[in-house]
């Protein structure tokens, strides 16, 4: 559509063509902007406060009291410390394990040697491989990121594979670390850049800068750890440096929902505690505020439990009724819904409320969760943690002579979710397999399983089970899927020899 010109417009054009240029396009760039109802302006978003700053800029200013008040919640609100129980049992579990590639017979070497070290992978001595990754996890849904520095050790240390691994929270790298830090380094919230913008060092306190006991000037010190020592675990979900917490979205909520919860708790206790009330004025008394004494004609001051209370002149008594909780109900249910979406993860799993789901709605309410999971456990966990600890393992451990190479492919299987209904779904993945959309390898990966060592254990088994004469319902090769016994491989051999025609009488004799 033509836009119209005023009088103005056309002014300015005989006089200055260029100027009625630009004045026509800020016009239109105006135009466009309240097409948009979110960038309209007027009384409804006079209070709305946006600023077009950096995420860095944003991290920077809020992370340490951001931090700070989600860990509070999390040691003080039940449901800001189950949410973050949930993401740590999704996302890690028991483990995410590596698996040999293609039955490459080095990488099966480094997997049995990785289980062996794993044992011992822990700087503090107390939790094994799949704990560490557990404790970085959590730390970074409490924190915001975790950070994970490499301590190679000596080999008077006693280690097959010399290296140990030390989980930090973030509070450990400066966050007052900014600027240019030396030519041609630039630090941004203690992580530093060179000029192509790769991550060159970390400054780092050697000690917890909120520790008490920590001794001497030297702990809050920071100093560059180079980043090829340290792993630095958080969700990227723009261009930042620093993660945040990620229940940030709703620590006002489930602040305010605490204040509300115990604001009902003391009221309900403040009616309790008064039994009844003696009223009744007398004449003389009216327009003249009453006080209200005890049984000794002490004025009340305070309420405790089993109280009667003296309105002046009372003749009468009234018992305390107290109040029911009206709309508590509703408004909790409704604060935890805001609260499971603002911490990414459904309702239920957040309360464990399952009273308004059936079979169906769990379901598909579990499908984009589980989505969202291996979302982040194969764009964030595995290439940002597992990858790099694989490739510290895999050098300490050529170094040491353990390993002929130190790049050694390996896959990761993730823990296995639960089934809701494992026999469709077991079904499902049979259909899956004999229609070739799936090979066996993939559903028994999708297991947290080992393939070939799955296949290993069948052949085993049914070895075993040949020698001494079982058949099982469990065996393919013997009973078929209706349950009927399948002929063994020899018996169909013999009976094929069975049932070839014999050479006649002539064809003998030629």
């Given amino acids: 559509m033509k836009a119209r010109l005023n009088w103005l417009d056309r002014a300015i054009g005989v006089v200055s063509p260029k100027a009625a240029l630009m004045r026509g396009l800020a016009r239109g760039a105006i135009d466009a902007q309240r097409a948009y109802d979110g960038a309209a302006k007027g009384r409804h978003t006079e209070g709305w406060r946006t600023r077009p700053t950096s995420a860095d800029t944003e991290i920077g200013a809020a992370l340490p009291l951001l931090r700070d ?55 503090d001595n107390q939790l094994d491989i799949y704990g560490l990754m557990d404790l970085a996890v959590g ?60 991550r060159t060092a970390y400054w780092m306190y ?64 403040t009616e309790a505690c008064v039994v009844a009330i003696v009223i009744g004025a007398d004449e003389g008394q009216e327009g003249v505020a009453p006080s209200v004494l005890d049984a000794n004609g002490t004025p009340v001051e305070s309420f405790e439990p089993g109280l009667i209370a003296y309105a002046h002149g009372g003749k009468d008594i009234k018992f ?3 109040s029911s909780m009206g709309g508590f109900a509703d408004y909790k249910k409704v604060t935890l819904h805001t609260c499971a979406a603002g911490y990414l993860m459904p309702y239920e799993l957040l309360t464990g409320d399952l009273s308004e789901v059936n079979f169906s709605s769990a379901r598909v309410g579990l499908v984009e969760f589980r989505r969202l999971v291996e979302t982040i ?83 085993v088994v049914a070895k075993l089970l040949d020698k001494l004469g079982l058949i099982f319902d469990s065996d393919p090769r013997r009973v078929s899927k209706g349950g009927n016994e399948q002929p063994s491989t020899s018996q169909q051999a013999n009976e094929a020899a069975n049932t070839q025609p014999k050479p006649s009488r002539l064809q003998a004799v030629k």
């Fill in 139 to 198: 730390t970074m849904v409490s924190g915001g990121d975790s950070a994970i520095r490499r301590r190679l050790r000596l080999p008077t240390d006693g280690f097959k594979v010399p290296l140990q691994l030390q989980v930090m929270e973030g509070d450990l790298i400066d966050h007052t670390k900014n600027g240019i830090v030396s030519p041609g380094r630039t630090a941004i919230q203690g992580v530093e850049f060179d000029l192509i913008g790769s």
């Fill in 206 to 269: 050697q000690q917890h800068p909120g520790n008490i006991n920590i001794t001497g000037l030297d702990g809050l010190v920071s100093r560059p750890v180079p980043a090829s020592e340290v792993i630095h675990l958080y969700r990227k979900e723009r261009t930042q440096t620093r993660g945040v917490p990620w229940g940030s979205a709703v620590v006002r909520e489930l602040r305010d929902f605490d204040d509300y919860q115990a604001a009902e708790i003391i009221r309900k206790k």
């Fill in 320 to 322: 305390n009724s107290p």
């Fill in 69 to 123: 008040r989600q860990r509070d919640l999390e040691r003080n609100n039940p449901h800001a410390r189950k949410a973050k129980t949930v993401w740590q049992n999704n996302l890690v579990g028991t483990g995410i394990r590596p698996r040999a590639k293609g039955g490459n017979a080095n990488a099966k070497r480094a997997v049995e040697l990785w289980e062996e070290w794993g044992k011992q992978a822990d700087a």
């Fill in 377 to 459: 456990q194969w764009l964030c966990i595995i290439p940002m943690m597992l990858d790099k600890i694989w490739a510290w393992f895999c050098e300490a451990a050529y170094f040491a002579g353990e390993l002929p190479t130190a790049d050694i492919p390996i896959e990761w299987d993730p823990p296995e979710f639960d089934s809701v209904n494992p026999i469709d779904d077991a079904n499902a993945d049979l259909i899956n397999i004999r229609s070739g959309k799936m090979t066996l390898f993939e559903a028994i990966a999708k297991r947290g399983r080992d393939p070939i060592a799955v296949l290993e254990e069948h052949a």
